[in-house]
């Protein structure tokens, strides 16, 4: 029995829209037109990312609305737009690898876990877990390397006053993302442009599998809480017959479900996340000469800085882009996925 079928049977009263897996989509259509979609998502969702990042780099707490107000008074709306070339240029190879890892672990652990015996509610949940974690480590091995030079460019000409300046930032000056490459091997070798990449793995990794996880659980709680309602308010429901769900409703279900694993992650991982960017992006200072931090260092920093409260700075802006960003991603993943599905008559 398949992890589709297993839904089909137990969702006789709510009718959740078809599942697509691996082996329906068509392939080439399913990266070329992903390429298009994500890439129009992250040009909308960009100016959040490097909000975020200046507030994580910052030595100082500062709002928002302040930081925000810093970088268009003195960098206009160029500012929020900092790397965003290099890091549209790496998203598509990092997204290629990420989606066909997703399917192809979702679709192979899913099958397992219902062979197992397990209910489908579980298996669903094992199987999107496994998904996001193989698919983030994927996606990381072309991810750390734009995530560097995408964010030395994000921090780079930051004009943050005197009281709040960024004091171990990077001493060097970009003038692109190709010349932020060259220069990074020059200084570091290959390791300087996979700086952070096991902080990242331990932030990306489990927080995608708590992402789907959740997100699956939460997809199906509100679908089920939905069909009770509509149950309860028309008496002559017949079982078996039970809430139908139009385009609007499933959009709906997928953002409600989108914020409440982005919540969940953003809370979980935010400390992990603000480390692996100052390590990507601060230097330290040895004997007159700057080097790399080592996490141990910058845990330190941050403790100094303000405990705990120092590792959320940016909270908010990375809740509201892993909100804006996943509700995006996966309304979008799923359209993606019925555009590309070989046969369309199966999906109705």
Request: glycine letters at 8%; charged letters at 20%; hydrophobic letters at 40%.
């Amino acid at each position: 029995m398949s992890l589709d079928a297993a839904e089909d049977e137990s969702t006789s009263e709510i009718h959740i829209p078809a599942e697509i897996d691996w082996d329906m989509l068509d392939k080439s259509k399913f990266f070329f037109l992903g390429a298009a979609l994500f890439s129009g998502v992250s040009t909308a969702l960009y100016p959040i990312v490097v909000l975020k990042t200046r507030l994580q780099v910052s030595s100082t707490k500062l709002s928002c609305f302040k930081m925000s107000y810093s970088i268009m008074r003195h960098e206009g709306l160029r500012g929020f737009y900092r790397g965003f070339g290099t890091s549209l240029m790496g998203t598509i190879p990092a997204r290629a690898f990420y989606m066909a890892a997703l399917e192809v672990t979702k679709s192979g652990v899913g099958s397992a876990t219902i062979r197992l015996g397990l209910s489908d509610t579980t298996a669903m949940a094992i199987a999107n877990a496994a998904a996001g974690l193989s698919s983030a480590m994927a996606a990381q091995l072309v991810w750390t390397p734009v995530d560097v030079v995408s964010q030395r460019l994000m921090v780079q000409g930051s004009c943050i006053n005197a009281k709040n300046s960024v004091s171990n930032l990077n001493s060097c000056v970009y003038k692109n993302g190709i010349d932020a490459f060259r220069k990074i091997i020059y200084a570091d070798g290959l390791r300087g442009l996979y700086r952070g990449f096991g902080i990242s793995i331990l932030t990306y990794a489990p927080s995608n599998a708590v992402w789907w996880a959740s997100y699956s659980v939460a997809h199906r709680f509100i679908w089920s809480g939905l069909s009770y309602y509509t149950s309860k308010k028309d008496e002559s429901c017949i079982s078996g017959y039970g809430f139908k769900a139009d385009s609007k409703a499933t959009v709906a279900v997928q953002g409600l479900s989108a914020t409440f694993a982005s919540g969940v992650c953003a809370m979980i991982t935010m400390p992990l996340d603000t480390i692996k960017t100052r390590l990507q992006v601060l230097d330290g200072e040895e004997n007159g000469q700057r080097r790399p931090l080592t996490a141990l260092q910058t845990v330190r920093n941050l403790v100094k800085e303000g405990g705990l409260n120092a590792c959320y700075r940016g909270l908010g802006p990375r809740w509201a882009s892993m909100a804006m960003s996943a509700t995006t991603m996966i309304t979008t993943y799923e359209f993606l996925k019925r555009l590309s599905a070989k046969n369309q008559d199966r999906l109705s």
